[in-house]
């Protein structure tokens, strides 16, 4: 009889044991994956596993940058960086606030979402920008004050087709 009740607690602890879902559209969070977010603090790990018993494979210095949230486990979130490296993070680290990365070469923020428009801004490669919304091919986004519009395609950290703002 003991040896019955033990197979069946086994059985049961197996069945409510976490499961990550590669194939998942909504997290555990009941937010959407792929997400994006971007680092909290100055001072972020990447760990190879979704814990802090797994080694600590990057180290991100830069407040603001964006991540996408690819998988969540637990208060893990495994994210993927502008460069395509992949890892988990504690959700303490991250935050909703949006921001995007320019890519490229030197990119013109325009006045209005018209590449005739005025330019208003030179943005160099690599600099992150606060996402203020997005819809079709244009983001208006934020730097130092600095406001107006960047193609959608020269920004990462926000998705080809989601609205914003």
Partial sequence: MFGLFLALTAA???VRAPVIDKDATEGLSGLPVPRFVSLKSDKAFLRTGPGDRYPIEWVYVRKGLPVEI???YGIWRQVRDIGGSIGW???QLISGNRTAVVTGTVRTMFGTPDVAGRAVWRIAPGTIVRVILCSDAWCRVDRGGKSGYVLRAQLWGVGATEAIG
Avoid: L, S, Y
Wanted: positive net charge.
């Fill in 12 to 14: 049961t602890a197996a």
């Fill in 70 to 72: 690819v998988r969540e």
């Fill in 89 to 91: 993070m504690n959700k």
